[in-house]
C-alpha cells in the first residue's frame, strides 16, 4: 500500500440493538471516501442473541463471554466471507460491557481468529487505547462523519444523530482544516434509544422491536415521565459521555403501569427528548441532523425529533447515504487510518487528552 493510496476497506459492525451484523466496503485512504462498495446483512438467531444477552455485562473470562464470542465470530465470518477485492478488514466485534472510569471496555469476538479463517488482515479492538488513555472509547464514528459531511458537500455546520440501542450525536464543522483539529468535531452518547424499547417489546409481547413505530403510534407519551428521566444529572453532564447499552434499563420496570402502547409512546418520547436535551452542548447551533441507525425508520420516534429539535431532521438517506450501513462503513475507515497510523479519536470525540490511533493489526499466516 502506498503511503498515501486509497484501499478497499471491508467493515463489520454488531451493534447494541443485537440484530445481526453488517457489512460494507468503502474506497478511502482514511481521509476522504472514494466509493462505497457492496454491502451485506447477516441477522441473529433467537438462540444467537439470547447467548449474546446472557454476556451483557460480563468481562472476559466469564464462561458466558466465550459463548457470546464464538457465536459473534461464526456469524461474523459467515459473513464477510461472501465479500471478494478487500484489503483490509475492521472488525468492531460486539459490545457486551463499557465502563470507561472502571473496568473499562469491553467488545467480544477475536479478530485474529478472523484474519486467519478470512485470510485478510484485520483491524480490531478499536475502544481499548483510548480508554487506556482516558478517554471514553466512544463515539468511534465521528472522524467518518467528519468525512461523509465533506463528501456530501457541506459547507455549515451539521450534525450525524446515530439511533442504535445507545444514541449518539456528531456535531461537525466541515469548514475545518480535519477531523483532529480543534472545533472540528463535539461527540457524545446522548441517552437511551432503541434499547428500552426493544427490550419492552421483547418482555411484553415476544418481539424484536417496534416494527414501523406500529405500537407506539397507537400510544401516548407521558410526558411527565420524560421529564423526570431528563432530571437524571447524566443528561446535564458536559461531554465527553458515553453509555453501556444497559445503563437505563429500569426504565421498562418504571413504565409497568403503563399500557403497552403508551409504554413504547413514552420510551420513544425518552429517545428524542434526550437527543434535544444534547443540543446544549453544541457549540454553535446547527440546521440539519442527519438521523442513521435503526431508530429512523421509527416514524414515531422521528416525529417526537422534528417536534423537539428546531432543525431538519432527515435521514441519511436524504444526501445520498445507507443508514443501515453507516457503522460498518465507518470501520472499514478507520481500519485504513490505524493501517496509516492517523488518529481515531480525539479529545473532542471520546475526550482523551490527546489524539489517539487505535486499533489493533492482526495478519494472516504466510
Known amino acids: 500500500m502506498r503511503k498515501d493510496g486509497a484501499l478497499w476497506a471491508l467493515g463489520a459492525m454488531s451493534g447494541t440493538s443485537l440484530d445481526g451484523v453488517d457489512a460494507a466496503m468503502v474506497r478511502t485512504d482514511g481521509l476522504t471516501i472514494e466509493a462505497f462498495g457492496p454491502s451485506a446483512y447477516r441477522p441473529y438467531t433467537p438462540e444467537e442473541q439470547e447467548a449474546i444477552r446472557a454476556?451483557?455485562?460480563?468481562?472476559?473470562?466469564?464462561?458466558?463471554?466465550?459463548?457470546?464470542a464464538e457465536?459473534?465470530?461464526?456469524?461474523?465470518?459467515?459473513?464477510?466471507?461472501?465479500?471478494?477485492?478487500?484489503?483490509?478488514?475492521?472488525?468492531?466485534?460486539?459490545?457486551l460491557a463499557h465502563d470507561p472510569q472502571g473496568r473499562g471496555t469491553h467488545q467480544c469476538g477475536n479478530g485474529a481468529l478472523l484474519a486467519q479463517v478470512l485470510d485478510l488482515p484485520t483491524v480490531w479492538d478499536f475502544r481499548t487505547s483510548d480508554v487506556a488513555m482516558g478517554g471514553q472509547g466512544a463515539p468511534l464514528a465521528p472522524f467518518f462523519h467528519f468525512a461523509l459531511a465533506r463528501h456530501i458537500g457541506a459547507t455549515e455546520p451539521l450534525a450525524f444523530l446515530n439511533l442504535?440501542?445507545?444514541?449518539?450525536?456528531?456535531?461537525?464543522?466541515?469548514?475545518?482544516?480535519?477531523?483532529?483539529?480543534?472545533?472540528?468535531?463535539?461527540?457524545f452518547d446522548t441517552g437511551p434509544a432503541n434499547a428500552p424499547l426493544n427490550d419492552l417489546l421483547r418482555a411484553r409481547l415476544g418481539q424484536s422491536h417496534d416494527h414501523d413505530g406500529a405500537l407506539a403510534a397507537a400510544g401516548e407519551a407521558d410526558e411527565a415521565f420524560v421529564a423526570s428521566v431528563l432530571r437524571d444529572p447524566w443528561f446535564d453532564a458536559p461531554p465527553p459521555k458515553s453509555l453501556d447499552r444497559n445503563d437505563f434499563a429500569g426504565l421498562i420496570d418504571r413504565l409497568e403501569m403503563l399500557p403497552d402502547a403508551d409504554a413504547a409512546a413514552t420510551l420513544a418520547a425518552v429517545a428524542?427528548?434526550?437527543?434535544?436535551?444534547?443540543?446544549?452542548?453544541?457549540?454553535?447551533?446547527?440546521?440539519?441532523?442527519?438521523?442513521?441507525?435503526?431508530?429512523?425508520?421509527?416514524?414515531?420516534?422521528?416525529?417526537?425529533?422534528?417536534?423537539?429539535?428546531?432543525?431538519?431532521?432527515?435521514?441519511?438517506e436524504a444526501v445520498g447515504l445507507n443508514g443501515d450501513m453507516l457503522e460498518a462503513q465507518a470501520f472499514a475507515f478507520l481500519a485504513v487510518r490505524v493501517l496509516r497510523k492517523l488518529a481515531t479519536s480525539a479529545p473532542g470525540t471520546t475526550g482523551a487528552p490527546t489524539l489517539v490511533g487505535g486499533g489493533q493489526i492482526s495478519r494472516p499466516d504466510p
Open 55 to 68: 454476556a451483557l455485562g460480563r468481562w472476559p473470562g466469564d464462561p458466558a463471554v466465550a459463548a457470546a
Open 164 to 187: 442504535g440501542g445507545v444514541g449518539n450525536l456528531t456535531w461537525i464543522d466541515p469548514a475545518a482544516p480535519g477531523p483532529e483539529a480543534e472545533g472540528a468535531l463535539l461527540a
Open 71 to 95: 457465536v459473534v465470530e461464526t456469524a461474523h465470518a459467515e459473513l464477510l466471507s461472501r465479500f471478494t477485492g478487500a484489503e483490509v478488514l475492521g472488525f468492531h466485534g460486539q459490545t
Open 272 to 316: 428524542a427528548a434526550s437527543v434535544a436535551a444534547g443540543q446544549i452542548h453544541f457549540p454553535a447551533p446547527v440546521s440539519r441532523i442527519l438521523v442513521t441507525g435503526g431508530g429512523r425508520l421509527n416514524p414515531v420516534l422521528m416525529a417526537e425529533l422534528r417536534r423537539r429539535i428546531p432543525a431538519a431532521i432527515d435521514p441519511v
